[in-house]
């Protein structure tokens, strides 16, 4: 038997030198899960986090809002969406933002993005036609808002009946629904889609005068108005829509009594953490519709096992509500005055469950960070949602922002986040 010898020249003391250089900024971390595991991230100069933390983010400014949109992990799209628009309708130019975080998927959340303003904005319009030179109640407005959001999530569950009415989808057997299915193949997709993901909404609205804000809330994002007086203060606007609120979980047990499930793992029957959302709509219909369309369609959503599982939970639903908290507010124009949206994924950074107190402690840290930014706004950027999440990533630890920004790791090690910061009154 031959062999092939395959001889190496040893190193030279300069390469050696260079191989060390080049590992010499690489740190491990277990990102504080204990075990035996490692992760490998680049620890960067701090004249470079600010460079980096850019060029990984999305970040936009217009005249009234400023926002980024972040997610470092290469392999895991963001599922954020936002939305910053001026309408001119009654009185002058209407300020709308809006956040939606999407989840399972980027269908949902596409099309909220898509159809959303549009729908609210000619509501609005027809609100103020009706009542013309008329001054329109705030009441009005925010029933306005909330029947927008309320009718495009029930437009997905009328487009799951239309195309499978129950009492079909009961009477039918595989062979038919798999014929149906594939003769509808495009729209059943569609359907599917929409009803095995979801999104929850935060969104603002300002009158032209900049005397009335409206905030809508469906899910766990969060509202922080900033305020300048003899010190700068935040204020939440919002409480959040999951098991972590005291109320929003009585109110999901006081909707289901006997139903031992309903809530398990702190989570809407063990697998949703957002109480309310758009879409989600096998949780909002009769568990047939898990046991006989989605499931078959798609064994990449749920092993048979688990969605078994999770259908016999299915008692009666919905067990996730499309209806939106409203807030209206009157603003003191004589304070300096900005309004923080900002999805879940930054609370997370922070460690905060949304309690009460730690998410407070937030919200005046915010206030605090906005009005430095202010006075330094000339350094890395202008942008002050940037600032906020500078912060959250580790601010001036180093080797925490490092870590959030080069973690080297095939699944995504934070929620996406998005941040808008509003100039409402200067």
Known sequence: MEYNVVRLEAATSSEHLRALEEVKNFRTTDLGRGGKDRWTYRLLPESALDIELQRRSTLRSTSFVDSITFQPCNTSPNQDRYCMEEWDLQDGIWRFSAIYDGHCGHDTVNFIHEELPAMIRMSLQALFNKYQSSAVAPELVSETISHSIQHLDNSIRADLFDLLPRDQLESMSDFEFHCLTKQQSCRWATIHARCTQGSTIILALSDPQRR???????????????????????????????????AELQRVLREHPEERECIRDNRVIGYLAPTRAVGDT?????????????????????????????????????????????????????????????????????????????????????????SRSLVHSGEATGNLAFHLLRDAIGGSDVSLVSQNLTLEMDEKWMDDVTILVQRLIQ
């Open 282 to 370: 096998w949780l909002k219909v009769p568990s047939t519709y898990t046991h006989r369309a989605f499931g078959k369609h798609n064994q990449n959503w749920l092993s048979p096992p688990l969605l078994a599982d999770y259908a016999s939970r299915i008692l009666s639903p919905p067990y996730v509500s499309n209806v939106p908290d409203l807030y209206h507010l009157t603003l003191d124009n004589d304070r300096e005055t900005f309004l923080i949206l900002c999805s879940d994924g930054l609370l997370d950074l922070y460690g905060s469950s949304g309690g009460e107190s730690s998410t407070q402690i937030l919200a005046n840290k915010w206030a605090k960070i906005i």
């Open 212 to 246: 009335n804000l409206w905030v809508a809330n469906l899910g766990d994002s969060q509202a922080v108005l900033v305020q300048k007086g003899t010190d700068w203060t935040g204020t939440i606007l919002n409480s959040l829509h999951n098991c972590d609120n005291p």
